[in-house]
């Protein structure tokens, strides 16, 4: 999600709230960023895409996935909107906002956002022990994907190219075909013969193959 630092003094939830209603805005540490300039149409596209196979994956089941705008109020100086996410303590969902660490968060990078993406959000979501992270990037149409440790930490990142499948660490069910996700319907599938069966199946159920 596209944002720039504006405030460097410690910015609260309390102080949010005053916003006037329309207004958009992140906090991370206390740091105020704004949620502009307005993203790009590929930039939606995928957001848009990804929510799809979210939603379509969790009807009817236990988890609740969002898209932004949605905010996720980690604690009293971390605000956050994320592109796409995924919440199983229902408890954690008030009729405002999601008090507290979703399970899986999806961020797609805009030119102005790369670092504050994966290096500043990672930190924090690591910090609240977000279990998985993806950040997809239209730029180079790939996806890093981050799993949380036993010890609490993101181990190194796999990474993923726009013509291959994977699943979800934490939801084994939920396959994410980049193909689809960034919209290359007209490139002919080659099968990756290292490509487990059991994700062609699933594939072939989608319609894929």
């Known amino acids: 999600m596209g944002n720039t630092a504006r405030k ?54 236990e988890c609740t996935p969002f898209i932004a705008p949605m905010d996720i109020v980690l604690d009293d100086i971390n605000v956050v909107e994320p592109d796409v996410f995924v919440v199983c303590d229902k408890s954690k969902i008030t009729e405002a906002n999601v008090k507290g660490a979703p399970d899986l968060i999806v961020e797609v990078l805009s030119p102005s956002t790369g670092v504050k993406d994966r290096r500043t959000k990672k930190h924090l979501y690591q910090t609240h022990r977000v279990k998985e992270y993806l950040i997809v990037s239209p730029m180079e149409e790939t996806v890093e994907r981050f799993f949380l440790k036993k010890d609490g930490r993101y181990g190194e ?50 319609g894929v193959l």
């Open 8 to 61: 460097i003094e410690p910015y609260t939830y309390q102080e949010y709230q005053k916003l006037p209603e329309g207004e958009r805005l992140e906090i991370i540490d206390g740091t105020v960023y704004d949620m502009s300039p307005s993203p790009t149409v590929k930039h939606q596209r995928i957001v848009l895409n990804l929510g799809e196979v979210v939603n379509r994956h969790f009807r009817g089941k």
């Open 157 to 206: 990142s796999d990474i993923f190219a726009w013509h291959e499948s994977f699943a979800s660490r934490i939801f084994p069910d939920l396959i994410f075909d980049m193909r689809a996700i960034f919209e290359k319907e007209d490139v002919e599938y080659v099968a990756d013969p290292n490509e487990p069966e059991w994700i062609k199946e699933k594939l072939k159920e989608s």
